[in-house]
């Protein structure tokens, strides 16, 4: 079976520029969850959607927005880049979103902002 | 607020040595708690989970018990592989919710 598959699985902008960064869970996977994961650090919440609606929003900037669409996919978006949002962006699907259930991530999708 | 403290690395072993990487947490509530694994280049895969009180978690002879009374998860394998060399990440999660709380990830190599 497929896992959490991202694209594009890396990215460079440069500055004021915005971004689109797609996901697809799990097949059967209702929930979908965008963290950020700089450098040397543990990924950081951005977001979860459940059933195409927001269920969470993490301490980021109002240039992020994400969305799900009828199949459970999903994307992030951002705008405005600056140099401090290249990282790596991590989707991650679980059954309903429920806190005792694992989530499972995707490898990612490395955003350069030069 | 809510959050995990990891042990800092990066930590060096011997293969066949004993693991232990430390992870205390602070939540509101009862959460459950995470490992994962992420190696080079790649994202995270989960190792093992705890979801209540004096629950054990054991995968690929990796093991952790939830501590509520010392707010603990500490991960342990008593042989090392050099395939084991990554870096792990304690995570938590509140029942209320599917948001995840990471600690900042302790990188372990492991050498022949």
């Known amino acids: 079976d497929a896992g959490v598959t991202q694209s594009p699985t890396h990215l460079i902008k440069t500055r004021g520029q915005h971004v689109t960064l797609r996901c697809s869970p799990i097949?059967?996977?209702?929930?979908v969850s965008w963290y950020q994961q700089v450098l040397g650090q543990g990924p950081q919440f951005i977001f979860q959607y459940y059933e195409k609606e927001e269920r969470g929003r993490g301490n980021f900037p109002d240039r992020f927005s994400a969305r799900q669409f009828p199949n459970y996919s999903s994307e992030l978006n951002v705008n405005a880049l600056l140099l401090g949002d290249s990282a790596l962006y991590l989707c991650?699907?679980?059954?309903?979103?429920?806190?005792?259930?694992?989530?499972?991530f995707g490898d990612g999708t490395r955003l350069s902002i030069l | 607020g809510d959050s995990v403290t990891q042990m800092e690395g990066p930590v060096t072993l011997s293969e066949e040595a004993f693991l232990t990487i430390n992870c205390t947490y602070t939540?509101?509530?009862?959460?459950?708690l995470f490992w994962y694994v992420q190696y080079p280049g790649e994202g995270l895969q989960l190792l093992l989970k705890a979801t209540k009180a004096d629950d054990k978690g054991s995968n690929k002879g990796f093991e952790a018990t939830y501590r509520k009374e010392t707010t603990s998860f500490h991960l342990e394998k008593g042989s090392v592989q050099v395939s084991d060399s990554a870096v792990y990440f304690c995570a938590l999660s509140l029942n209320t919710g599917n948001q995840f709380y990471f600690g900042t990830g302790t990188s372990l190599t492991v050498i022949p």
């Open positions: 991650a699907s679980s059954l309903i979103g429920q806190g005792n259930q694992p989530q499972h």
């Open positions: 097949s059967g996977h209702k929930s």
């Open positions: 939540a509101t509530g009862y959460p459950s």
